[in-house]
């Protein structure tokens, strides 16, 4: 079994940009999970009015599994619980694949999301604060997405996974943009702003618009099927 620092389960946000210190900070309140068409519940802790859940119960709940990948955690459902459009397309005529993602570049495209936030909020967290960020640690960071992006490419077989991986590509090169920008005026020492000012990083329209598209992301590819948003473009 992993670390217990993987006990808890970010479920409110795809992009909750610097939340992280102020976890310790803020009073507990606890709630329960319940998921629908499922029986059991898990026990929820709200801290900065997000919710944490923790990962093993919502595993037992939903009757998936748990497999650790370096420093992240996948979690993988049953086929039964996915939405029918995420199933493996019918044999049957009529039943054309095009009309929904498949699962293997909805699991892809998933992990792509999750690898692009683990970028920006490590990013956003060292700058509010003052830490270094050097540049093998922000080339690593970028190589890791965009090799998720390639898995993800490699992964379509549907035009609608084809129009999926456009809305990726273009959050990777907005994440990718954004980096460099901070990492630039991190050498430009141009940084203590943020920490001046503490909603400076958030409030930037390009932050905001990362964090738009990423939640529209992660619904899109949860839903099983294509939809456009601007924030993605």
């Known amino acids: 079994m992993q670390p217990t620092r993987w006990k808890l389960l970010l479920i409110s946000g795809l992009f909750p940009l610097l939340p992280f210190a102020a976890l310790a900070q803020s009073d507990q309140h606890s709630r329960v999970l319940v998921i629908d068409g499922q029986a059991g519940q898990a026990p929820v802790i709200e801290k900065n009015g997000r919710a944490y859940v923790d990962v093993e119960a919502l595993t037992e709940i939903a009757h998936a599994s748990l497999s650790f990948k370096a420093d992240r955690i996948v979690l993988s459902l049953p086929t039964s619980n996915l939405n029918p459009s995420m199933a493996e397309p019918s044999a049957e005529p009529g039943n054309s694949p095009i009309a929904g993602l498949s699962r293997d570049f909805t699991r892809a495209g998933i992990e792509e999301v999750a690898t692009m936030r683990e970028w920006a909020n490590t990013l956003a967290y060292a700058i509010q604060n003052g830490y270094p960020i050097s540049e093998h640690w922000a080339a690593n960071s970028r190589e890791q997405a965009a090799q998720d992006l390639r898995l993800a490419a490699v992964a379509v077989s549907t035009e609608s996974d ?60 949860g839903s099983g099927s294509f939809t456009d948003d601007p924030s993605c473009h």
């Open 162 to 221: 084809r129009n999926a991986l456009q809305l990726l590509t273009n959050e990777f090169e907005a994440v990718r943009a954004w980096s460099n920008k901070l990492l630039q005026e991190r050498k430009a020492m141009d940084t203590a702003k943020y920490a001046i000012s503490e909603n400076l990083l958030r409030d930037d329209p390009a932050s905001q618009k990362i964090v738009t598209c990423g939640h529209f992301l992660a619904t899109m590819l």
